[in-house]
């Protein structure tokens, strides 16, 4: 029984057609992060930072997963063992692709948040400020994002995971943005091997096992190959 954990950012999303953050000409290239991506952001222009996700929602809804999510689904559904994917992604390919135990750190796109009482429900493709909460009817509806200056979600399930993990693979990610990039530090703490898929070294590369370079389409599909065949 081999227990694995997988962390993944916009790099895995990136050949789906979906913007990653960080590289030239990113999603931080074209927006401030202070205005779409804070709370205070949020209360400063809540239309513009509901247009900014709007058009993300609606981008994702028409993206389909590539190769590198299918072969995370077939590694969960084949393995001996288990398979944890904790996504900073808001976007779903990993569910499209047929992932099922799938934890989103971050949030979720086609998830809307009250912030008066916490409610959570299915988002509409396009969400607008006056939005009321189904439950409480509040005008105060967000999307169920996870911005800077708050807590990403299910912290203390993903360090118990980390803790049994014999494998932690991270995959298209810039290691730049805490607690995710603290994940390798853990998982190696409990004496998991380490590995790192990437397009190019990212910030912690140093910290992993094992390094291999390349798009996820690529370099995701052989890893999970030769972890089935072990
Ligand atoms: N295959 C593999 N990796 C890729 C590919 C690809 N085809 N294309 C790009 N990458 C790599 C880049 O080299 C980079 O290291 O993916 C990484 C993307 O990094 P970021 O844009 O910083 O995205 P991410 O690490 O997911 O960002 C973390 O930052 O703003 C927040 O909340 C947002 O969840 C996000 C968090």
């Known amino acids: 029984m081999t227990n694995i954990v997988i962390l993944t950012g916009a790099g895995i999303s990136a050949e789906s057609g979906l913007g990653t953050f960080r590289d030239e000409g990113g999603l931080w290239a074209q927006h401030r992060i202070e205005d779409v991506a804070t709370p205070e952001g949020f209360a400063r222009n809540p239309q513009l930072v509901h247009d900014f996700y709007n058009a993300r929602r609606a981008q994702a809804a028409e993206a389909q997963p590539n190769a590198?999510?299918?072969a995370l689904a077939d590694l969960e559904n084949q393995l001996d063992g288990d398979v944890l994917i904790v996504t900073q992604n808001v976007d779903d390919l990993h569910e499209k692709a047929g992932s099922r135990n799938?934890?989103?750190?971050?949030?979720?796109?086609?998830?809307?948040?009250?912030?008066?009482c916490d409610h959570r429900w299915d988002a509409p493709l396009l969400m607008a400020p006056e939005d009321a909460?189904?439950?409480?009817?509040?005008?105060?509806?967000?999307?169920?994002?996870?911005?800077?200056?708050?807590i990403p979600y299910a912290m203390e399930d993903i360090a118990e995971a980390l803790s049994k993990a014999d494998v932690f693979v991270s995959i298209?990610?810039?290691?730049?943005?805490?607690?995710?990039?603290n994940f390798v530090a853990e998982a190696d703490h409990f004496g998991a091997h380490t590995i790192e898929l990437n397009l190019e070294p990212s910030a912690g590369a140093s910290r992993f096992s094992e390094c291999r370079f390349g798009p996820a389409s690529e370099t995701v599909p052989t890893w999970v190959t030769e972890e089935l065949k072990r």
């Open 68 to 70: 590198a999510h299918a």
């Open 172 to 181: 298209g990610t810039s290691g730049e943005v805490y607690p995710a990039a």
């Open 133 to 150: 909460c189904p439950r409480c009817n509040a005008p105060s509806t967000r999307p169920d994002v996870v911005w800077f200056g708050e």
């Open 102 to 116: 799938v934890v989103h750190m971050h949030g979720a796109l086609n998830k809307a948040l009250c912030a008066v």
